[in-house]
């Protein structure tokens, strides 16, 4: 995951417009660029948990495009005893943890101004995810033994990823989104609701 990281971040020095230039050239330079190409980053929360995204898009001016998104994340288990938590210190919730990285087709629609885009986004996703189970511990209540030990087992595989976004360009430069999206598999189902700030080419020239 830090070689997806750090390719994501690299982009940004291509994307993100050069300070050192003058004001003049830097806006005469954009109203040649004939595409929106942003950085997004920000999270949110998910079917029984939160997650983080980063993401990047790259659209033309008619909003055909591709979008690449790395979600990690956790996911609550269901129905915890309530026994599980005597013992010593342990108070926050049984999750599994994921990554899951997608590759999307993405189709924008935008209004005359520009300064508002409704998105769809789809694509295959693989999925890494450590799914933990609950099984009683056959040592408790020996001391500093709790009554579950958690079992953690690696999984991946295959899913779809799904997205309904709408974008907010404040700026050519800067803007923000929200995304209602869902991923698919036979792992560990989960939709979310994100909220990102986007950094890039947010709008393109005219």
């Known amino acids: 995951m830090k070689r997806i990281l750090s390719f994501l971040f690299a ?7 050069l300070k050192i230039q003058g004001q003049a050239d830097s806006l005469r330079i954009v109203k040649g660029i004939p595409v929106n190409a942003y950085l ?12 983080i995204d980063m993401s990047l898009t790259v659209t033309s001016k008619g909003g055909m495009g591709g979008s690449l998104h790395y979600i990690p994340g956790s996911i609550n288990l269901k129905d915890v ?23 999307n087709f993405v189709k924008k ?19 890494w995810y450590n799914i933990v189970e609950l099984r009683l511990n056959p ?26 976004t709408t974008d907010f360009p404040f ?8 995304s209602l999206f869902t991923n698919l598999n036979s ?20």
């Open 109 to 127: 629609f935008s209004n005359k101004k520009g300064t508002l885009r409704f998105g769809l986004e789809t694509g295959p996703s693989w999925g």
């Open 40 to 51: 997004g980053i920000g999270g949110g929360v998910n079917t029984r948990g939160g997650n």
């Open 11 to 17: 982009l940004a020095t291509w994307i993100v417009p």
């Open 81 to 103: 005893p309530e026994d599980y938590y005597e013992g010593f210190l342990r108070f926050a919730t049984p999750a599994h943890t994921l990554q899951v990285l997608s590759v």
């Open 139 to 164: 040592y408790y209540p020996e001391p500093l033994e709790y009554k579950y030990n958690k079992i953690r087992t690696k999984k991946n595989g295959f899913g779809f990823f799904l997205a309904m």
């Open 187 to 206: 792992i560990q189902s989960f939709v979310g609701l994100d909220f990102s700030f986007i950094l890039g080419m947010v709008r393109a020239g005219k």
């Open 171 to 178: 700026t050519r430069f800067l803007g923000c989104d929200v």
